[in-house]
């Protein structure tokens, strides 16, 4: 018995060192606060932990018998459905991580890697070729001016396939818009009025050169934008309702 607690042990410490360093990645790099929330990536998350740290574990308590036979092939079977299992859940997490968060017309939308086509990386602007691996950026997406390419993006759009947040060939930096920004950007006053002011008052806290605002659209729930109007310079996502 012995033994078998001391190898659960050891499993349960590899596992959840995997745990944190992967919670490390997601949550700080991939899907920094509160755009976890905002695309809904917790419930696939929380899933490759139970897998990771509870189930492999438990397996490794079960089968450990210090004079069992086939002890080396369990464990080798335990350890590749385990790391098997983890590998398929995160890779999920990866390719479908926010890269960019993207203003167009009078919004923005967070533009995940998965659903960026290739297509459309291939001719847009060298910058915006690779999908950032180091966190989501801020980009702004034009509609085309060509009446044709416009006509074919609102047909594409309006039947599932790709908006201007998923067209990375539409892409131009932000200070190319930031009239766009400044003339579109709401006042605070609208922003409180939307949410309770507890949960406002808290948002805004950390970031008092705030003095407006503009939604973000994601998969999950919709959230806000904090701007430095003046500077049509985005500062944070709070989670804040954008609307009622």
């Not at 606060?33 to 695309?39: G, I, Q, T």
């Not at 590749?80 to 968060?101: D, K, T």
């Not at 923005?108 to 999908?131: C, H, M, T, Y």
């Not at 908006?163 to 709401?186: C, G, H």
């Amino acid at each position: 018995m012995r033994n078998r607690i001391l190898a659960f042990g050891i499993h349960v410490a590899l596992s959840a060192f995997l745990a944190a360093s992967a919670m490390a990645v997601v949550y700080f790099i991939w899907y920094p606060s509160p755009l976890a929330e905002a695309v809904g990536v917790g419930k696939i998350f929380l899933l490759l932990i139970a897998i990771d740290v509870v189930i492999g574990p438990f397996l490794t308590f079960i089968v450990f018998r210090s004079n069992k036979k086939s002890l080396k092939l369990d464990l080798a079977c335990i350890l590749i459905l385990q790391m098997g299992a983890f590998s398929y859940g995160f890779h999920a997490i990866a390719i479908s991580r926010p890269a960019w968060i993207v203003f167009s017309v009078d919004r923005f939308d967070v533009g995940q890697a998965n659903e960026l086509e290739g297509r459309f990386l291939k001719i847009a602007s060298p910058e915006f070729r690779s999908i950032p691996w180091s966190g989501p950026r801020w980009v702004a997406s034009l509609i085309p001016s060509d009446r044709e390419k416009r006509n074919q993006l609102i047909l594409e759009s309006t039947t599932g396939g790709a908006d201007l947040a998923q067209r990375p060939d539409l892409y131009v930096p932000m200070e190319q818009v930031t009239p766009e920004v400044i003339m579109k950007s709401r006042p605070l006053s609208e922003l409180l009025q939307l949410n309770d002011s507890e949960a406002y008052a808290i948002a805004l806290e950390k970031w008092p050169e705030a003095n407006a605002w503009l939604p973000l659209v994601a998969k999950n729930k919709a959230m806000a934008v904090l701007m430095k109007k003046e500077l049509g310079k985005p500062l944070a996502i709070v989670n804040l309702k954008p609307w009622r």
